[in-house]
Structures are given as structure tokens and as C-alpha cells.
């Protein structure tokens, strides 16, 4: 099913007080949102699909439009995820990395929703969970940033879930920061922020020498501070997992990472996969051949690309220990 934004904070809740994170796959194409499902089904674990704002404008999506992009990932999502076949999973769509001058705009349809009509039925879509990409603002123009999403939420009587990002992609974050970041949000906007994404010594992208500042002790320390700042529990976003170890990963679902973003290794996986199909396929592309036709068709890549993408998503849920969640989800009262 695909989660309303209280839902989804919900099953943010239900990670923290179990000890595991959800893996926000950063899907590219349809074809890897419908890889994503079917390897959360086969491991009965939650998923998050994150959507950028390359997805958004991209060729598959918007064709250089956002919003026509938002209507078009948010329909096709809950056609997939609503469907008989996946309707066990609890799926999030997040908006990640959003930015530039369309950002309110974008944001604020995800927020209000968007008409859409899907087999005859009118609904107004909403994105599950909302953030934006803070890696260009101050502190201030963060803070004033998701206060403005939190304002449209409340303009609009929507409920709403956002993530609150630091820089990080800058070491540490400072409790002062955090302090500053969420402690300013939370006075004028209490309970809106239910996701915090801390610099914890991880980087976007991959990185040759690791990332040593990363440790769980760091995740622990900044969920005890959330708490003191606003008196409730707040699991953490993890960014830049791509390099991260196995040990690492499970250690930051111990601690209280709740949602484990992906998307370097993700198009890695895909965009090799991809590579050798076409390497292996080059005499099949010749007009000549029998089997061109079939072997030229979008199915005949994606198809090879499926198996070995959804046993690495299978193996980070497992990692992050999320196999078996969705069902214990679904018995809580807070589903």
C-alpha cells in the first residue's frame, strides 16, 4: 500500500522501537520502482521510493517538467503498490533532493496533491514524506525553508511528514546545529519534522578510503538529543550509505537509523547490468538477425538487469534488518 504521510510516520515510529532501518532506493525508472517491490515482497520488508529532481524532469518522468514528472511517479506508484500483488507492502514516496527555484513549487504539489485518475477514479495524490536538499542554504534559509512546508501544510489542512537535513556531506553535525535546525522548527511547528538527517561522517557517492568518523555512538548520541529537544522519539536519516560496510549498516539500524537512503550503488548495479547485456547482445542488434527485434525492446535489458538488482536491494534489506517487518507492521495498532 502506498502510505499516507501519517502512516508513513507511523512506520517510522515502528522501526525505531525494533531496531531496523527501511531502504529508500533512489529509483531511476519504472523498471527499478518495480524491481524495488518485488524484492520487498519477497523479503515481506517496507520499502522507501525515493524521487529526485532528475527523476522528476527526466526523459522517463517529466520530459523537463517537474510537476507533469510528480504526477506521473506519484500514478504509476500507487498503481503498483495499491495492486493486489504488492498491496502487504507499506510503501513511502519520498521527495529527495529537491532544489533551485522550482523547490516550493514542487514541493508544495507533493504537500497539497495532485488530481490524477487512474482506471476511471478520481484521487489527489500526495508524496508520502517531503524533503529538500539544504547542501546550498545556511542554517536560517533551512529553517525557514521547511517552516514554509510545514506553514503550506497547515494552509491546506494536509497532514504532513518532513525530513529536516543537515550538511551531510560535512563530518559531523554539531549539536548546536541540531539545536538550532530542529529546535526552531519544532517551536513554530511542533511534530512536522519526523526524520532528521545529521552529518554522520558518510558521504554521497563512493568513497576509497571509507568513512571512518561514521560510528553508532554518533547515530545514539543524536537520537538522545532529538529527544531532549522535542520530547519525542525521531529516528535518523542516513545519507551517503553507498559506502558503508554490512557491520556498518546493521550497527545504524541498532542505533536508531531509521531510513537508509541508496542510490550510487543502485545506479552502479543498473547501469553495469545494462552495459553487459548490450556487450553480450551486440551481434543480436544487427537488423539481420532473427532475434533483433526482441533483443532491442527496453524488456530485454531490464529483464537481464532484474535478478542481479533485486538480490543486492533483498541483501541491504536483510542487512538493515527489515526481512519480515512489513507483516509485523501490519499487526501493530499503529498501522
Known amino acids: 500500500m502506498l502510505c499516507d504521510p501519517i502512516q508513513s510516520r507511523r512506520l517510522f515510529e515502528h522501526a525505531l522501537d525494533n531496531n531496523y532501518a527501511i531502504l529508500a532506493a533512489n529509483a531511476d525508472s519504472h523498471a527499478a520502482v518495480t524491481d524495488c517491490l518485488n524484492a520487498a515482497k519477497l523479503c ?11 527523476q522528476l524532469e527526466g526523459h522517463s518522468y517529466g520530459a523537463g517538467d517537474a510537476i507533469r514528472g510528480l504526477s506521473r511517479y506519484i500514478a504509476d506508484l500507487a498503481v503498483l503498490a495499491d495492486s493486489p500483488e504488492y498491496r502487504s507492502i507499506p510503501v513511502v514516496l519520498h521527495t529527495d533532493h529537491i532544489k533551485g527555484p522550482e523547490t516550493m513549487e514542487i514541493l508544495g504539489a507533493a504537500i497539497r496533491g495532485i488530481p490524477v485518475t487512474i482506471t476511471g477514479n478520481s484521487a489527489t495524490l500526495r508524496a508520502s514524506t ?4 539544504a547542501s546550498e542554504f545556511s542554517d536560517e534559509e533551512n ?18 511528514t518532513l525530513e529536516m537535513e543537515s550538511a551531510v556531506d560535512e563530518g559531523i553535525t554539531p549539536e548546536e546545529v541540531t539545536r538550532n535546525l530542529i529546535g526552531s522548527v519544532e517551536e513554530k511547528y511542533p511534530n512536522a519534522v519526523c526524520l532528521y538527517a545529521p552529518g554522520l561522517g558518510t558521504r554521497h557517492g563512493f568513497s576509497a578510503e ?8 554518533t547515530v545514539q548520541r543524536n537520537i538522545r538529543l532529538l529527544k531532549k529537544i522535542t520530547g519525542r522519539d525521531i529516528g535518523l536519516a542516513l545519507h551517503g550509505s553507498s559506502g558503508l560496510s554490512s557491520g556498518d549498516l546493521r550497527d545504524a539500524a541498532q542505533a536508531g537509523v531509521v531510513k537508509v537512503n541508496w542510490s550510487t550503488e543502485s545506479l552502479m548495479i543498473r547501469s553495469r547490468g545494462a552495459m553487459a547485456f548490450y556487450e553480450d547482445n551486440a551481434a543480436k542488434l544487427d537488423r539481420a538477425h532473427s532475434e533483433w527485434k526482441v533483443t532491442a525492446m527496453d524488456n530485454g535489458v531490464q529483464s537481464h538487469i ?11 534489506m536483510r542487512i538493515i534488518n527489515s526481512e519480515g517487518k512489513a507483516s509485523d507492521f ?6
Not at 515481506?44 to 525515493?50: G, N, Q, S, V
Not at 538488482?309 to 541483501?315: A, G, L, T, W
Open 210 to 217: 571509507g568513512y571512518p568518523e561514521f560510528n553508532s555512538e
Open 306 to 316: 532484474s535478478p542481479a538488482y533485486i538480490d543486492k536491494v533483498s541483501e541491504r
Open 130 to 133: 517531503v524533503s529538500l536538499d
Open 44 to 54: 515481506d520488508a517496507p520499502l522507501i521510493i525515493e524521487t529526485s529532481l532528475w
Open 143 to 160: 529553517i525557514e525553508a521547511i517552516s514554509r512546508l510545514a506553514a503550506m501544510a497547515v494552509e491546506s489542512n494536509v497532514d504532513v
Open 330 to 335: 501490519a499487526q501493530t495498532p499503529m498501522a
